[in-house]
């Protein structure tokens, strides 16, 4: 689905990451884990385009899209972030209004809001306010507006890392089964093994703003090499 070669970016002479080569495979969810300012954040904000690397070349299904900024390129991924930033108005209006932007009619934009919002269950909240949401409904109202727009690639950074344990245990269930029902493409970026292991089919380690490591979870957790075994141990001894 994704490809990327050479990839870099830069912020003045500071490298902030150098990614030789990464592949995202069609269907696949990607869990990338790694300490703090490894690069992650700016990993996925150049694969989704919002962030233009210095050097390197991105495709998408084989077309080089780095240089592509049109809004119906950019329209094909959607990213949600920790923090939901919903619009001040309803939490119908805010699912709504990607929609709205694509200028599709009335009824078609109700339907599938009204799809969305069921399949992640905050129908009863249509008509609250964005500001009166708990942080769960607010992620809940974030996601559902990424995949009311049925992305090609979905990018999550961190988005349960804020909720309570039983609230991020639901989500992380719903989203689930809604990644498996529509075969979204998702990278997933998190600090937490436990949802990187419920969540993620393959596993990419991210350190100095190179992918150490990558592979399916449950083997790069089983077998660390040289560069990833220290960080994913450390984690492990937390876990068993
Ligand atoms: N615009 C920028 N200018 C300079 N440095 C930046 C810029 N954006 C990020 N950085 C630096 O780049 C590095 C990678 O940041 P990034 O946010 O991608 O890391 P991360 O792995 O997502 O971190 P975290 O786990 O803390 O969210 C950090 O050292 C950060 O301080």
């Known amino acids: 689905m994704i490809t990327a070669k050479n990839l870099e970016v830069r ?5 902030l990451l150098s990614i030789p080569h990464f592949e995202l ?11 703090n300012g490894a690069g992650k954040s700016t990993f996925i904000k150049a694969l989704a385009l919002l962030e233009k690397p210095s050097q390197g070349t991105i495709f998408l299904k084989g077309k080089d899209i780095t240089n592509d900024l049109t809004l ?35 009824q078609e934009v109700k339907q599938k809001v009204a799809y969305w919002l069921e399949k992640f269950q905050i129908s009863s909240l249509a008509k609250k306010h964005g500001a009166n949401l708990s942080g ?20 999550l950074d961190e988005p349960f890392s804020a909720l309570d344990f039983p ?15 529509t075969n979204t493409t998702t990278v997933f970026v998190s600090h937490d093994l436990m949802e990187l292991k419920f969540l993620a089919d393959t596993l990419a380690i991210l350190m100095d703003g190179d992918l150490k490591q990558t592979g399916p979870t449950e083997e790069v957790l089983a077998s ?10 450390d984690w492990q001894s937390l876990l068993n």
């Open 11 to 15: 912020a003045g002479k500071k490298v």
């Open 25 to 35: 495979q069609e269907g696949e969810v990607l869990g990338i884990m790694g300490p």
């Open 72 to 106: 119906d390129m950019r329209r094909r991924f959607a990213v949600a972030m920790q923090q939901p930033l919903l619009l001040d108005t309803t939490v119908f209006q805010n699912v709504a209004v990607g929609l709205k932007l694509r200028k599709l009619p009335r």
């Open 136 to 155: 769960g409904e607010a992620q809940r109202v974030n996601l559902a507006r990424a995949m009311v727009l049925e992305p090609e690639v979905l990018f």
């Open 167 to 181: 609230t991020k245990v639901q989500l992380l269930k719903d989203i689930k089964s809604i990644i498996q029902q």
């Open 224 to 233: 660390p090499n040289s560069s990833t075994s220290g960080f994913i141990n």
